[in-house]
């Protein structure tokens, strides 16, 4: 509990800054709404935020599991081999600076509409930092280990799971929590572009819908829903983290 | 220099860009008031007027100096007025009802279309022969989200299609060719001509058959800026009507400027377009005149399909040179 005050206190005090500020000045509702203001919203459109809510999470929890997985893998096969590296690994750095904007309306035409171009969109936003990650963890192992495992006669399976991958876990981590907020990003962009309407609405499309009938407070509750689930994800990735690391890494402990 | 650390130079940059202050007027080099009038998208024959007056001296004889601004579907011009970044905006009769009630004070004094050029169309082949059959059918339904007229028509007649959202021009109209279920929404007067010009050609519904017809293409400024400004706001709306009127007699010279600026639609279809709204703006009423019963049917259309809430007064929300 003690671990939480902090943070807690920060936004209270962030959100009661907002709330003075807006009053203060008498901003618009439109432009910029009270963090009161927003919470009525919130509490008046709790089912179609419920709704988005669960469609994002899903399109997000999709898309990252699928790039840590491929993520991972194509570290390790990137890792096994330098000429495999310099070949492939310039296109996935490519990955990272295509503009999503751009593609999301080519996602539309190969991956139609809903959930699906959602999870790719999710995926191809959050490939890279596990991709670049995994390569430097599996990179780092030390080149001693390396050797006291060739000594004892270790097979390359042997040699993987029991040294590299392990030693890389670390990094690997890593790379899943820059991944996992990029995916709720590129769930919502997707949902810009692919989601449909009405109850089948993820957050992305409510946020479009009412920032365009100017209902910027169910806008700004939308968006808060979509940090939320980020901070969710990248809590799990953290806890998980935990979990596989605590016992044995540096940078898991409490030191 | 100063052993001030580089640090601080890009701070110094970001303060050292002063913004205009609302409401504050600008004088050009010859004495007039400069005002930017911000498009709600690209230059298009739905600004013809517009641009016309700009290029022609229309504005200038009037004293008046203006930026014509293009838009497009990401640009929140209604908001840039409401906030007086820009002195005027364009947008819809049932955008400003909308956002007056969100807290910002604009105010319509200019009504370029008469009737709404929406319209909602799909592919010629597809068998559907009015609006409400095409409502009716499966399918999807390309609609930017939010748009209030298809509030209107979910209530009234009901959409059965899927909606998802319009991402602008005709790609997801020429990429479901063969399977032909899609509609999407469209100025009546530009993407159906388009979409003929590419070989694909359309059956077009025009929304304001369906009685919900907002004044469209709608001028707004700040009502504190028409205070403190009449002048201003009546030298820009004498000219927008002159500006139109020569518009509509001939549109080449606009045209021919629009298409520097927008190169998505080829000269021909700028000239189809601007012929085929001409009905759709010149109905006989003074050019960009507004009335009360129109903008009071439309706040309870609004009222009616709950987009809005109808706390605001109709009376309030334009002022028509009338």
Known sequence: MKRLLPPMVTLLAALLVWEGVVRAFDVGEYLFPAPSVVAQAAADNAGALARGFGLTALGALAGFALSAVVGVALGAALAASRTLERAVFPFTVFLQTVPLVAIAPLLVIWFGYGLRPVIVSAFVVSLFPVIANTLVGLRSVDPALRDLFRLYGASRWDRFFKLELPAALPNVFAGFRVSAGLAVIGAIVGEFFASYAGDDAGLGLLVASWIKQYHTDRAFAAVGLASLLGLLMFGAVNGLSQLLLGRWHASAQER | MTRAPLILLPLALLLGCPGEPAGAQATGASGATKVA????????????????????????????????????????????????????????????????????????????????????????????????????????????????????????????????????????????????????????????????????????FLIADSGFNPYTSVVITRRDYLERHPETVAAVVAALQEGWRAYLDDPSAANAHMHTLNGSMDVETFSAAAEAQKPLIDTGAPLGSMTLARWEELQRQLVEVEAVEGSGKPSDCFVSSE
């Open chain 2, 37 to 204: 009038i911000q498009c709600n998208w690209l230059p298009e024959p739905q600004f013809g007027g517009i641009y016309h007056a700009a290029q022609a001296g229309i504005f200038a004889k009037h004293g008046i100096e203006a930026d014509v601004r293009k838009g497009g579907p990401d640009i929140p011009a209604v908001q840039m007025a409401a906030a007086g970044q820009v002195e005027f905006a364009l947008a819809a009769a049932d955008e400003v009802i909308r956002i007056r009630e969100g807290g910002a004070d604009v105010v319509a004094v200019f009504a370029t279309y008469q009737t709404a050029p929406q319209g909602l169309m799909t592919h010629g082949e597809r068998e559907v022969a009015t609006l409400e059959e095409l409502l009716q059918a499966e399918g999807t339904l390309a609609v930017q989200p939010g748009l209030a007229y298809v509030k209107y028509l979910e209530q009234t007649i009901g959409i059965k299609a899927k909606l998802v959202p319009y991402q602008g021009g005709l790609g997801q109209y020429m990429a479901s060719r063969e399977s032909l279920d899609f509609a999407q929404q469209c100025f009546v007067t530009s993407e159906p001509l388009a979409a003929e010009r590419e070989g694909a050609p359309a059956k077009v």
